[in-house]
């Protein structure tokens, strides 16, 4: 199953509020919000949590990955769970962000100009950083020497009998 995962970079973001706009254009109310914090800005979005504390909080069952506003009753139990805060009410109904399913690129990402925002395939990622681990434990990574296991445990093997020898 592909997983797309919406990163934030806050050592990136100006605070322009553009993926605010784009959000709130689309839905009619930001899903996203921009947060200020000894100069920096934080993007606050949800981050799609796989037990999530929202859906199993909601007595009416209206969250899954999106919240469905037919069921949810506006009780606020879900924004007030959510270790992000980054559930919100509009019209006493609870929004997070979705990640615009039915979008090649979410809205807040297509617009926000300084990269702050993007998508990361995480299976993809998962499997590039397994491929380096692998390879870095077979001693096969470029300019690495002596980092295989088979050097490991003899140079292990080795520094024990220097310890032996000098007792």
């Given at each position: 199953m592909e997983l797309q995962k919406?990163v934030?970079?806050p050592e990136l973001?100006?605070?322009?509020?553009d993926c605010?706009?784009a959000?709130?254009?689309?839905y009619?109310?930001?899903r996203?919000?921009i947060?200020?914090?000894?100069?920096v800005?934080?993007?606050?979005?949800?981050?799609?949590?796989?037990?999530a504390p929202?859906?199993t909080?909601?007595?009416?069952?209206?969250i899954?990955?999106?919240?469905d506003?037919e069921?949810?009753?506006g009780c606020?139990?879900c924004m007030?769970v959510?270790?992000?805060?980054?559930v919100?009410?509009?019209d006493?109904?609870?929004?997070?962000?979705?990640?615009?399913p039915?979008?090649?690129?979410?809205?807040c990402?297509?617009a926000c100009?300084k990269?702050?925002?993007?998508v990361?395939?995480?299976?993809?990622l998962?499997?590039?950083?397994?491929k380096?681990?692998?390879?870095?434990?077979a001693?096969?990574?470029k300019g690495?020497?002596?980092?295989?296991?088979l050097s490991?445990?003899t140079?292990?093997?080795?520094a024990r009998?220097?310890?032996?020898?000098e007792?």
């Open positions: 919406i934030i970079q973001c100006d605070g322009c509020r605010e706009e959000c709130k254009k689309l009619g109310a930001s996203i919000m947060r200020e914090l000894d100069d800005y934080y993007p606050i979005i949800c981050q799609q949590c796989e037990d929202c859906r909080v909601c007595p009416t069952d209206a899954d990955d999106e919240v506003p069921r949810c009753i606020g139990l007030v959510c270790p992000f805060g980054a919100v009410m509009e006493r109904k609870a929004q997070k962000c979705s990640q615009c039915d979008l090649d690129t979410p809205a990402v297509k100009s990269r702050a925002l993007s990361i395939d995480t299976e993809k998962k499997l590039e950083r397994q380096k681990f692998v390879s870095r434990m001693g096969v990574s690495q020497r002596g980092s295989d296991i490991i445990l140079a292990k093997r080795k009998q220097k310890l032996e020898q007792d």
